[in-house]
């Protein structure tokens, strides 16, 4: 079946330094999603993306589809503590009407 | 506060019993979602229904069913718990596809 990994699976940086997670599918997507869980918190939607080679902007956060539409990335530049918690990225296959959620990176921020 | 809602919030059950739990969609989303996150752990797609009918089945074991009632809430009924079932349930809504919106959760317990 489809499988959508992440990695790093954990990140520990100080505040100010960047942060990237990597999302790989095993099969190609007609979407992709990402979702942010705070600690002891509910997953909450940030962005969608559609086309190939797509790259959307959120203040400090950047998204980016890659051009195969099987892997994406999530770039936080100048990180605060309010940006911890779980990114998960999320996407459709063309048949699926199921959303299939990557593992997860945990982000830490530390002063 | 993203519309959904879910209860109970915490239950607590023994192993062999049952429990149902609820969930309420945003008003207007047609689509509701049922997700398990162990402790530590991504989110498992466990079954999908779209205005009343099953559109999409993960990995939901054959002790689970669920279903989605005329005004479109949803429950999701737990049999013959285990120790391993433990864990926080999540549903969400959606229009139908697209961003979907999570409830803050029902924690179980089995003990």
């Known amino acids: 079946g489809q499988q959508v990994m992440q990695i790093p699976q954990y990140q520990h940086v100080q505040e100010g330094e960047d942060f990237t997670t990597y999302c790989n599918s095993s099969t190609t997507l007609s979407n992709i999603q990402w979702y942010k869980q705070r600690p002891g918190g509910h997953p909450v939607f940030l962005i969608q993306?559609?086309?190939?080679?797509e790259v959307k902007k959120q203040k400090r956060l950047t998204f980016q589809f890659g051009e195969a539409k099987k892997n994406s990335s999530l770039h936080i530049t100048a990180t605060q503590t309010t940006d911890v918690g779980t990114y998960f990225c999320a996407g459709y296959t063309g048949t699926a009407s199921k959303l299939t959620f990557g593992t997860g990176t945990r982000l830490q921020v530390t002063l | 506060d993203s519309g959904v809602t879910q209860t109970p919030k915490h239950l607590i059950t023994a192993t062999g019993q049952r429990v149902t739990l609820r969930c309420s969609p945003r008003s207007g989303d047609l689509s509701v979602y049922w997700y398990q996150q162990s402790l530590d752990q991504g989110l498992q797609f466990l079954i999908q229904?779209?205005?009343?009918?099953?559109?999409a089945k993960g990995n939901i074991l054959e002790r689970f069913s669920a279903q989605q009632f005329p005004d479109l809430h949803s429950e999701l009924n737990l049999s013959s718990l285990e120790l391993g079932d433990s864990a926080l349930y999540f549903c969400a809504s959606s229009v139908h596809g697209g961003e979907q919106f999570f409830g803050p959760g029902t924690r179980l317990t089995v003990l």
């Open positions: 229904y779209y205005n009343g009918e099953e559109r």
């Open positions: 993306l559609v086309k190939s080679g």
